[in-house]
DNA sequence: AATGGTCGGTTCATTATTTACACCAATGTT
DNA sequence: AACATTGGTGTAAATAATGAACCGACCATT
């Protein structure tokens, strides 16, 4: 593998369960040798990316992400007209509601407002939703440029439960379904438990360039809240959508 | 040179001034073989650190940026709990107002609040302070651990303005004053027009992680002027480390 | 204290990856 | 229509990555 992907991968095992690593942990979780993970380590800290706390001298995640960050919403904003837009979809349906882009293979989650009800979807800062898994997976991918899907279809496709659709037969069938009502949702097909809408985000030419959802826990949705829900994220996510200089394709409908 | 390493430089490459690049006018810029450079590229991609567009096939910064940038604060609040700090810095001096923290070899910007005045520092999102060549850079290195500023003195010296000090003994002269008094100021020693005044931000472990600064026009700043910024400096900078969980020690004065 | 385990980090010969050159088709420009 | 520049590809040559062994430091047990 390409020494660059390999040492960028090593990011991916940050989680806000573990927000730092020691060097052999990192090593023995990216089975990679050792010495190579520390050069990587080195290399990406020089740049930023990465830092060492001098006390534990365990390896975080640095700095100069957030020096990239304001430079990536100083070009191409998209958090900052998220936000809101997320906090009243919350407000309105009650439920978690969160916003994803596509970065590298799958969505990273850029934005999150939790349901303020007790049982609440938590959704940690910066999970990577997987495209066939998950509601923002498959609104997205459905309305994505033509080869996104297609690569998605050759992919090896995971289960995260027993509903995860595994089979690029089903998953080309829901993602017809997707482009046909133009919402997603996946009952329980990544966490069990959960079931997700979501709708996609457009990009400046009318691919989709992520999505917006709302997730609830599966036992509370009732038809009533479903429509509730679809609704909110109808609007929620046209505006967003536009929000971010992005254009909605004119054929685009949603059949709730 | 090592790989990641060189494939990482040229995300320093992408500022306000240039968002995106073509292919060739980025390996052109790095002085690196296309080649190589589209290598670098799809490889950091796969990770989403950069984009493609489509349509203009340029790269810009990815959006799995935003995503390493939540789990960074999630795990290490910092911007969050500076930007109000900034706000009542900058609306009390009616100057422009910065924050900075150490990210690879150099300081990061990762928050800006401007002066509402009509003649005022503009700070472009995400900038790079060298560290011998601003206040924010001294300030941080007075006050870092010990091997950072002997780092610093045995680099090579970039003059950006005919005040910038280049001379190793007249650095080491100025870091012993900064520690003497407890801040750091820079006039015109990186732009011209633009005199610093910086405090460091320290870490859980007593040394300096960073800066708070403010920016006036060189010609504005009077005895007055100075004093007033030192005292909201102090109070802003002391807040700070607080609120980012670092700890102030004991010996610490600053003596304005 | 002595033991054994783990830690972060270094070294160096072997190997596999990266590199740069030439080349291609497509798209503007003059 | 000729020309220059673009993004991207394939190749042999050269360079940089690799991983096993090793080091001293630290930490519990024994």
Chains 1, 2 share one sequence.
């Not at 006390?55 to 998220?82: D, K, Q, V």
């Not at 079931?195 to 009732?222: K, N, S, Y």
Request: proline share 6%; aromatic share 4%.
């Amino acid at each position: 593998m390409r020494t660059v992907e390999k040492a960028l991968k090593l990011l991916e095992l940050f989680d806000e369960a573990h927000p730092s690593f020691g060097l052999s942990a990192l090593a023995r979780r990216a089975d990679i040798d050792k010495a190579t993970v520390l050069r990587m380590l080195q290399d990406m800290a020089a740049a930023g990316l990465v830092e060492q706390d001098p006390a534990s001298r365990n390896w975080r995640l640095g700095a100069g992400i957030l020096r990239l960050a304001r430079l990536r919403e100083a070009a191409f904003p998209a958090t900052g007209a998220l936000n809101p837009i997320l906090a009243r979809l919350a407000q309105e349906t009650g439920e978690t509601a969160h916003a994803s882009l596509r970065a590298g293979a799958d969505l990273g989650t850029v934005g999150v407002v939790e349901s303020t009800r007790s049982n609440r979807v938590y959704i940690e800062p910066g999970l990577i939703l997987p495209l066939h898994a998950t509601a923002s997976g498959l609104a997205y991918t459905a309305f994505a440029r033509p080869d996104v899907p297609a690569e998605v279809l050759a992919r090896p496709l995971a289960a995260h439960t027993a509903a995860t659709p595994t089979d690029p037969a089903t998953l080309a069938a829901r993602l017809e379904m997707v482009r046909a009502s133009g919402y997603a949702c996946a009952d329980q097909t990544y966490d069990a438990d959960v079931h997700g809408l979501a709708m996609p985000l457009f990009g400046p030419d009318g691919f989709a360039i992520g999505a917006l959802a709302v997730a609830t826990p599966a036992t509370r949705l009732t038809a009533d809240l479903r429509r509730l829900i679809l609704s909110a994220l109808a609007d929620a996510a046209r505006k967003a959508t536009l929000g971010m200089g992005g254009r909605i394709p004119d054929h685009h409908r949603i059949a709730a």
